[in-house]
């Protein structure tokens, strides 16, 4: 599977965005979708994914603000980003993992800037 991260940008602290991962090259369902970050000099950390239930976890960091979904008819995951803050700065990446293989598969990443 491929996919492609958009919709990031500049925003102001309280701003929102909404990013969208758009896969191609397999069935959509036989994925497990997330939404995952890097802020510069540190690691890349989970924000939000679809449990293999299709319930949703989240950091805690953007719990209440964050929200994924997806689009399943579309190909397509979303993370609707509401309330952003300056810690929020980084590269955006969806990831997919094969339900059976747990193998993952990585886009390019949205860089997502918020200023104070």
């Known amino acids: 599977v491929q996919t492609v991260a958009s919709g990031g940008g500049l925003v102001p602290a309280g701003g929102s965005l909404r990013l969208s991962c758009a896969a191609s090259?397999?069935?959509?369902?036989?994925?497990?979708m997330a939404w995952y970050r890097q802020a510069p000099g540190k690691q890349r950390e989970l924000v939000a994914a679809?449990?293999?239930?299709?319930?949703?976890n989240y950091a805690d960091s953007v719990k209440g603000r964050f929200a994924i979904s997806r689009d399943n008819a579309k190909n397509t995951v979303y993370l609707q980003m509401n309330s952003l803050k300056p810690e929020d700065t980084g590269v955006y990446y969806c990831?997919?993992?094969?339900?059976?293989?747990?193998?993952?598969?990585w886009g390019q990443g949205t860089q997502v800037t918020v200023s104070s």
């Open positions: 090259g397999s069935i959509f369902r036989y994925y497990i």
């Open positions: 679809f449990t293999s239930g299709d319930s949703t």
């Open positions: 990831n997919a993992r094969g339900r059976w293989s747990q193998t993952d598969y």
